[in-house]
Nanobody, 123 residues
Framework: QVQLVESGGGLVQSGGSLSLSCAAS????????MGWYRQAPGKQRELVAR???????NYADSVKGRFTISRDNAKKTVYLRMNSLKPEDTAVYYC?????????????????WGQGTQVTVSS
């Protein structure tokens, strides 16, 4: 079983910066891709950024050039640095980790989610 603990987030003015981090814990699994999603009120959850085990990244068009995702494999932690924040970035941000481990006699891959952290950007 994998547990994810998010930190960071909060309230910032438009144009400001924030950083998020998400640490995975547990045993008996390996981490594949890690990512951040967000969900604004009344909207569907959407991908913000994703980083593979080989550190390939992809971003939502709306955050390209402003957000940077990174990971520390030794710490099992994924980070999201958010610069030039806009009011439309306001949402609950969720960490997502794809983990592979044994379940009985089978190897399974499971998506795990963090509890979510609020990011609010004021205009």
């Amino acid at each position: 079983q994998v547990q994810l603990v998010e930190s960071g987030g909060g309230l910032v003015q438009s144009g400001g910066s924030l950083s998020l981090s998400c640490a995975a814990s547990g045993s008996g699994f390996s981490i594949n891709a890690m990512g951040w999603y967000r969900q604004a009120p009344g909207k569907q959850r959407e991908l913000v950024a994703r980083i593979t085990s080989g550190s390939r990244t992809n971003y939502a068009d709306s955050v390209k050039g402003r957000f940077t995702i990174s990971r520390d494999n030794a710490k099992k932690t994924v980070y999201l640095r958010m610069n030039s924040l806009k009011p439309e970035d306001t949402a609950v941000y969720y960490c997502n980790v794809e983990g592979t481990g044994w379940s009985g006699l089978s190897v399974v891959t499971t998506n795990y989610w963090g509890q979510g952290t609020q990011v609010t950007v004021s205009s």
